[in-house]
């Protein structure tokens, strides 16, 4: 029997230019973590979102950040934060947070959950994704048409709470509130290597791979190695 291929042409009929093959610096971060396996939960969740562009990329984000914001006590918090792996997140529908500023405590905000779940779909969807801690917040930079771009989903978050109960009232300046994805610079990428120098910033598969497994390690990770 003859093999047969799949078309390459599009719906116009123009035939789709293929994508060139990534260098092994990419195709690191398309690799499942353990907290990060592409099992059918997500391969269903990310169908939700067709195609590999930054029009996808927002519709994911987007949907994210409508996930309940559950809120937890201190004691809940060390049962549950950052014991989830990604499928569960994404079938919960929920991202843990504190309920307040509890002691000396800094407030868990739910960007840890954000960024694992983002990260898993981004690479079901073939695009190269990083999860990175920088202090005690986490985002997602990603890789997707030749250019590295960061996200940040409590951006919007932000934006939405200063639209919903005023600016003003919360002393939120909206011109100071960054974009939810942004172009990642040459002047970031210094800044991110000098932290990366002091033990400020660290990158990786998930929020496991760089240590970040219980309410204890909220502050503590490591450099995955290799």
Partial sequence: MARTHRSTKTRKGRRARPRPA????LRKFLKPGKQTAVTKTVRGYARRFPGASMEAVRAVLADLVRFKRKKFDLQGLSGIYAKRNAATIIRDRFVVVSKSRQGNFTAVEGCVDYNVALCVVLRAKKIPAKFTREGIH??????????????DPL???TRRVARSRGAAALHIDPKKIPPLITPVSEARFREIEEKKQSDAFAEGLDAWDIGITSLSKFGKYNPPKG
């Fill in 22 to 25: 990534l260098p092994a610096r």
């Fill in 155 to 157: 951006t919007e978050l």
């Fill in 138 to 151: 986490s985002t997602t930079l990603f890789f997707l048409d030749g250019k590295w771009f960061e996200a």
